[in-house]
């Protein structure tokens, strides 16, 4: 936080910028004050956009946030309005793909094993540096030793559920 108080004093020392910064802030404001009436489940699942003329627009993940979000939106302008919003109706629009880019995590890429083996081979043939340093890590983190490679057993498997 202490980075954003910062970036925002920077922001405000710009006069050019003052109205956007104030914008934001107010869509901000509105933004939380939106969290705390909504269920937290669909909390997370919307948020403010803008606000023109009276009219907060709310991005939604899903058509199903979006459809709860339009049931509970007189409920939330009489909220808003209560707590000194200027907000006097609530437009909502689904943003698609937002859902996917929070729920999607890109999984570790794994190298091929020409590749890891190549690397092995780089990382023997370096001096001591940065670089070998840097490529052993890698190579740590991509080249798992396979079970009873370290002299130990292997774990035994676990038991097999069946029918009787």
Known sequence: ?????????LLQADAELQPLVDKALE???LSRLCG???P???AQRVRAANLKDGQLVMLAET?????????LSVSLCQFLSKRGAKANSVSVRVQP?????AEVRKSPRKLSPQAASSLQKLHQGLADSPAREALK?????????????????????????GRS
């Open 1 to 9: 936080m202490v980075r954003a108080s910062r970036i925002l004093r």
């Open 27 to 29: 869509i901000n404001a």
């Open 36 to 38: 705390d009436f909504l």
């Open 40 to 42: 937290p489940e669909l």
């Open 63 to 71: 058509p199903a946030a979006a459809a709860k979000l339009r049931l």
């Open 97 to 101: 793909g937002a859902e996917r880019r």
């Open 137 to 161: 890590n890698l190579l740590d983190h991509q080249v798992k030793p396979k079970p009873g490679a370290s002299g130990q057993p292997p774990p035994p498997a676990p038991p097999r559920r």
